[in-house]
C-alpha cells in the first residue's frame, strides 16, 4: 500500500544542482519565500486549530466509514472520498509547512523538533483514515467497475485506479496499522538524521569552514588546484562520517527489505515502478538503453574533455570542470529571471503568465545559507495554496538553467491544482517532463540569442553536461542503489564495499577518460535521494529522454502542440504516460523511443567534435 499523501507529493531535487554551483559573486538581491501562505508560525492558531479538527473529523470519518464501503452506493462512495481528500489536504498543509521549514535551516534544533513533532502528530491523525484505502482495495474488480458507471463516483476513476496498482501488495489491516505508526521511528527518523548530520557538516577549506554546498560549488572553480583541495576537503570529511552514512544505508535498506518481503515485490525497485504506474519492464529498457550508450555519450564527451583541458587523464574533480575560455561572468537574479521568464513567453504566453507569478509573489527562496538544504527543489504544497521553490543561486548559467527547472516544475503543480490533492500529483516519470522542458525552452532561447560561435559552442558543452548529469550520471545512481539494495538482502555491507560498488558504476557510467582515486570511494554519501527516495533518480533520465522526444515533435511543426501540451500538464495524475503522451505520436514502450532522446544527445556531441 502507498502512504498517505502527507508529504503532498515528492519534493524533486534538480540533477543539475546535485554536485553544486559556482563560487558566490554579484548576483544582486535573492528573493526569499513566505511561507506564511501555509501558516502564520510554528505557533499560530489556524495550525493548532487546523491539526485538533483534523484529529476530530478524521476519527469522526473513520466511526462513519469504516465497515461500511463495500456496501456503499456510488453516491455515497464518491463523498466519502471527497470527504477523505478534504481531511488529508489539511494534514498535508500542515506536513508541507513543517518541511519547508526545516529545508530552510536543517541545522536549527528547534525547527528539527517542530518538524518531527508534526510527523508525529500527522501519523497519529492519518492512523483513523489508513482504513479507508485498504477497504477500497478490498472491493471486487466487477463490483467497482459496475459503480464507476456512476457519474458521481467516476470523477474518482483515476485515484482509485492508481490505488489499485497497490492491492496485490497491501497486507491485514494491523499490519498496516503497525507499519503505518513505526514510520515515524523508521525510515522518516533515519532521514532526518541524514539531513541534520549532512547540514552540520564543515569542511575546511583555505582557512574557511564550509557548508557541503559551498564545498561542492568549489569543484567547478577554474582553479584545478582549488577542485583537488576541495575534493581532498570532501572526501577527508565525508571519510570521517562514513560508519554513520553506512549505518543509514544499511538500515534503510534493509527496512525496505523488509517491507518489500512483506509485500511480495519481486525486486527493490519494483515498489517505485508502481507508486509511478510503470512497467518494470520499461524502467529496464530506459537503463539497458542509456547504458549500452555509455560509450557514444558520456565516454566519447569526456575524452573530448580531457583534450580540451589538456589533460591524459581527467580526475573526478575535473569532471565539472569549467572549459578553457568558458564565460565564468556572474550572472544576477534579476537578468537570470528575464532569461527564463522570456523563454517561458515564447513558447505560449499562458505559460508564461503563471511562471511569471512565482516572482511576483514571495514563492522562491534563492540564497545559498549555512544549514539551507543543498541543492534545489519544488514543493507542489497543496493544491489551495501554491508550489515553493528552494534553490541555492550562485550566478553560474547552470543556476539558470536549475531555475528554468524547478520552475517548470511549480507551473506543472498550479496548472495540475484543479484536479485536486488526490489527483494533482503526477508519478515522477511524468512530474520531470515540465522541468525539463522549461530546461530546455530556456537553453534554446539562449543559444538562439548567442551569435558568437565560440561562445555558441561553449553553451553546447555546458548543455552536453547537463544532460549527461542528468541521464548518464542518474542510470549510474541507479545502478548503484539496485546493486546495494540487492547485495544487502544478504547481509550488512562494509563502506569498503559500498565504496567499492559506487566506482565501479562510476568507472562503468564515466569511462575511461577518468582516473578515480580512493577519496572519490566515499561521494555516494552526500547523494539525499538515496536517503529520503530510493529508486527516485531514473525518473530524471525518464523525464529528459521523454522532453527531448517531445522537443523534437514541438520543433517539427506539431499541429496545437502549445495547447495539447499545456492539456498534458493540467492532466495532472489522471492520465498515465501512455495516454499522456499518444496526442503527440509518442509511446514509451516502443523500444526505438529511449533512443530517440538519447539521439539528440549524441547529436550535440556530434557537432562538438565537428568544432
Known sequence: MPKLNLASGPMDHSPLQADGGAPAGTVGDLPRWDLRDLYESPESDALRTDLEQAGLDAAAFASAWKGRLAGA????????????????????????????????????????????????????????????????????????SARLADPALAVWAPFLRDLRVFRPHQLSDEIEQVLHEKSVTGAAAWSRLFDETMAGLRFPLDGRDLTVGEA????????????????????????????????????????????????????????????????????????????????????????????????????????????????????????????????????????????????DNPWIDAPPLPGKASGAFAHPTVPSVHPYLLLNYHGRTRDVMTLAHELGHGVHQVLAAPQGYLMAGTPLTLAETASVFGEMLTFRALLDAETDPARRRLMLAGKVEDMLNTVVRQIAFYRFETLVHEERRSGELLPERIGAIWRQVQVESLGPAFNFTPDYDVYWTYVPHFIHSPFYVYAYAFGDCLVNALYGVFTAGHAGFQDRYLDMLRAGGTMRHRELLAPFGLDAADPGFWRKGLDVIAGFIDELERG
Open 216 to 359: 561542492l560549488n568549489r569543484l567547478s572553480d577554474q582553479d584545478r588546484a582549488v577542485r583537488e583541495r576541495a575534493a581532498k576537503a570532501i572526501g577527508t570529511v565525508f571519510e570521517g562520517n562514513i560508519k554513520l552514512f553506512s549505518l543509514m544505508t544499511n538500515t534503510l535498506a534493509k527496512d525496505k527489505a523488509i517491507s518489500d518481503s512483506l509485500r511480495h515485490y519481486p525486486r527493490p525497485g519494483s515498489y517505485r515502478n508502481r507508486s509511478n504506474m510503470v512497467e518494470d519492464e520499461v524502467v529496464d529498457a530506459l537503463v539497458q538503453a542509456v547504458t549500452a550508450d555509455y560509450p557514444r555519450l558520456s565516454h566519447r564527451y569526456y575524452a573530448m574533455k580531457a583534450r580540451w583541458l589538456g589533460l591524459e587523464k581527467l580526475e573526478h574533480w575535473d569532471r565539472n570542470a569549467p572549459l578553457p575560455a568558458a564565460d565564468e561572468r556572474i550572472i544576477p537574479w534579476d537578468e537570470a529571471t528575464r532569461q527564463v521568464l522570456a523563454a517561458y513567453e515564447g513558447f505560449d504566453p499562458r505559460m508564461g503568465a503563471v511562471a511569471r507569478r512565482f516572482f
Open 73 to 144: 452506493a456510488p453516491a455515497e462512495l464518491a463523498g466519502a472520498i471527497g470527504e477523505y481528500q478534504r481531511i488529508d489536504e489539511v494534514l498535508g498543509r500542515a506536513a508541507s509547512y513543517a518541511q519547508l521549514l526545516f529545508a530552510g535551516d536543517s541545522s536549527d534544533a528547534a525547527l528539527g523538533q517542530f518538524s518531527q513533532s508534526i510527523n508525529e502528530r500527522l501519523t497519529d491523525i492519518s492512523s483513523h483514515l489508513l482504513f479507508f484505502t485498504l477497504e477500497l482495495n478490498r472491493i471486487g474488480e466487477e463490483d467497482l
